[in-house]
């Protein structure tokens, strides 16, 4: 892919280094001619612009990028250059910093954003992850909630530790995209049995995911459904 990263500072070094190493071409747009190192990412386009202008956009050729990341440590400016992406270029995915995080809530689609990422959010739900047990943690958010990468661990008290996932009945718009077991990944099939321990991270719509707690909370026997 063709990223695009606005701000090249610590963050925006940082990614650009993780997408050259996996193979993708990547274009720094930086206003402050200081933080213009181009010896600290080799390999990485430089443009020296300011990203809140649509000329400056126009120039740097943004609509030939399939990514658009807002890095700055301002939220106003990466707010303006998540719309600007969207609307004036149609870029067909932006992912926006969050600085503060009670400006969170500004980071819709409406402002052009589809995935807003917040470090204080993520490292907490890493936290929760780690030590929850049973719990739905809700680790990523996509398109304003529309979709949510969530986790789930399950105790030796899961009433479907040892069925199949066949005969798990997960609520709608829900789908296991993978199981951590140990040091694996297990590929989800309808034969694989659950294990306790087993880690599930599920795609799932927000409305539901209490009925997906309630799927896997400790009962005395397995949840059926009719039919």
């Not at 306790?196 to 209490?210: A, K, P, Q």
Request: with cysteine.
């Amino acid at each position: 892919m063709r990223v695009a990263i606005v701000g090249a500072g610590a963050v925006g070094r940082s990614i650009a280094g993780e997408l050259l190493g996996y193979g993708h071409t990547v274009m720094l747009i930086e206003k402050d001619g200081r933080k213009v190192r181009t010896r600290s990412v080799p390999g990485a386009e430089w443009v020296q612009a300011d990203a809140c202008e649509v000329s400056s956009l126009e120039e740097a050729q943004l609509a030939t990028c399939d990514v658009v990341v807002a890095a700055t440590g301002d939220d106003k400016a990466n707010l303006v250059v998540s719309l600007l992406a969207k609307t004036e270029f149609a870029v067909n995915r932006v992912v926006a910093r969050v600085k503060d995080p009670r400006n969170e809530w500004l980071y819709t689609e409406a402002w052009g954003v589809d995935v807003a990422v917040s470090t204080p959010r993520v490292l907490a739900a890493l936290v929760e992850e780690a030590v929850s047990v049973g719990d739905v943690v809700r680790l990523m958010s996509f398109r304003k909630g529309a979709a949510n990468l969530v986790e789930i661990t399950l105790g030796d008290d899961t009433s479907w530790v040892g069925h199949a996932l066949r005969e798990v009945p997960l609520p709608r718009e829900t789908v296991l995209t993978a199981i951590l077991r140990g040091e694996r990944v297990v590929t989800p099939s309808p034969d694989e049995p659950l294990e306790s321990g087993d880690e599930l991270l599920f795609v799932s719509h927000g409305d539901t995911e209490e009925e997906l707690q309630a799927v896997f909370a400790p009962a005395g026997g397995p949840r059926r459904t009719e039919g």
